[in-house]
């Protein structure tokens, strides 16, 4: 089992960046993937970014010019830096974690933190 817990949301106002944090615990199994996701209100949850063991990055359309995702892989920390937030950003994002084919359980889910861009 592999713990995610998100940080980092918060209030903001248009335009505005954030960085949230995802600290895992440590797996005993590969990672394949890391990857940010977001539930905006009233839309299914939907893939934000992610980057892959050997690290590339890919992004939603439209993203990738405002949003970054990072690792810290010897604290075992997911980033995602958020620039130039616009209200239809709001939502709750969540991490996840996609470890290789050989665990029983392969994807792993954060609790959320809600993020909340208004004037």
């Not at 980057?51 to 010019?65: M, N, P, Q, R, V």
């Not at 620039?83 to 969540?94: A, I, K, Q, S």
Request: hydrophobic residues 35%.
């Amino acid at each position: 089992q592999v713990q995610l817990v998100e940080s980092g949301g918060g209030v903001v106002q248009p335009g505005a960046s954030l960085r949230l944090s995802c600290a895992m615990s440590r797996p005993s199994f590969a990672i394949s993937s890391l990857s940010w996701y977001r539930q905006r209100p009233g839309k299914q949850r939907e893939v934000v970014a992610t980057i892959a063991s050997a690290g590339f990055t890919s992004y939603a359309d439209s993203l990738e010019a405002r949003f970054k995702i990072s690792r810290d892989i010897a604290d075992n920390i997911l980033y995602l830096q958020m620039n130039n937030l616009r209200p239809e950003d709001t939502g709750v994002y969540y991490c996840k974690v996609l470890l290789d084919s050989s665990a029983p359980l392969r994807e792993h889910w954060g609790q959320g933190t809600r993020v909340t861009v208004s004037s």
